[in-house]
Nanobody, 122 residues
Framework: VQLQASGGGLVQAGGSLRLSCAAS????????MGWFRQAPGKEREFVAA????????IYAYSVEGRFTISRDNAKNTVYLQMNSLKPEDTAVYYC????????????????WGQGAQVTVSS
């Protein structure tokens, strides 16, 4: 499975960006999908995830209410809409995927995209 993230960029604090992640998997609708991020000098952290059906979503506390994850199984794409961006949201954002499982969506993923840089200026 190959994942290709796009949509990163530079935005002022309070602005918005939408990340997209296109997947090559023919069975994309069987994959839970997540977004993670890694800021300079910090460990990678969970941001948001959506279940294979789109029926369940979870968020990190730091982004809840500002970010929205969604998916379009017909387009093999998952999105991360980021609103009210803050300088502390600056990071490389990675999309990730795994075959559907009952395990927590904050956990292990098997496939990773190349990352998209998001920079929020104050």
């Amino acid at each position: 499975v190959q994942l290709q993230a796009s949509g990163g960029g530079l935005v002022q604090a309070g602005g918005s960006l939408r990340l997209s992640c296109a997947a090559s998997a023919r069975t994309f609708s069987s994959y839970d999908m997540g977004w993670f991020r890694q800021a300079p000098g910090k460990e990678r952290e969970f941001v948001a995830a959506v279940s294979w059906s789109g029926g369940s979503t979870i968020y990190a506390y730091s982004v809840e209410g500002r970010f929205t994850i969604s998916r379009d199984n017909a387009k093999n794409t998952v999105y991360l809409q980021m609103n009210s961006l803050k300088p502390e949201d600056t990071a490389v954002y990675y999309c990730a995927g795994r075959m559907k499982t009952t395990a927590t969506m904050r956990g292990r993923y098997d496939y990773w995209g190349q990352g998209a840089q998001v920079t929020v200026s104050s």
